[in-house]
Nanobody, 121 residues
Framework: VQLQASGGGLVQPGGSLRLSCAAS????????MAWYRQAPGKQRELVSR???????YYADSVNGRFTISSDNAKNTVYLQMDSLKSEDTAVYYC????????????????WGQGTLVTVSS
């Protein structure tokens, strides 16, 4: 499974960005997709997650400001980020829990390459 993330960039505090991540490959099914982030000198943390049935999770630090959504037909997940703060600056990684044709009975973790979000005036 290949995860291609896009949409990062430089934005001023209070601004908005929308991240996208498309999964491709020999995918049989996706159980969940998520966004993680890693700021300089910090551990990678879960930002938001969406299950195939639509259940959602948000970290406390982004709840009310970020919105996750997905297009299951396109195997794509989005992260709408509003009211951005300097502390949101990080590399954002796309994640998928998926199973592929070569291993139809097992879900595995897959990661994208990361996209940099910089919030600065």
């Amino acid at each position: 499974v290949q995860l291609q993330a896009s949409g990062g960039g430089l934005v001023q505090p209070g601004g908005s960005l929308r991240l996208s991540c498309a999964a491709s490959g020999s995918i049989l099914g996706i159980s969940a997709m998520a966004w993680y982030r890693q700021a300089p000198g910090k551990q990678r943390e879960l930002v938001s997650r969406i299950g195939s049935g639509g259940s959602m999770y948000y970290a406390d630090s982004v709840n009310g400001r970020f919105t996750i959504s997905s297009d299951n037909a396109k195997n794509t997940v989005y992260l709408q980020m509003d009211s951005l703060k300097s502390e949101d600056t990080a590399v954002y990684y796309c994640y998928a829990l998926a199973k592929v044709t070569s291993q139809p009975s097992k879900f595995r973790d897959y990661w994208g390459q990361g996209t940099l979000v910089t919030v600065s005036s």
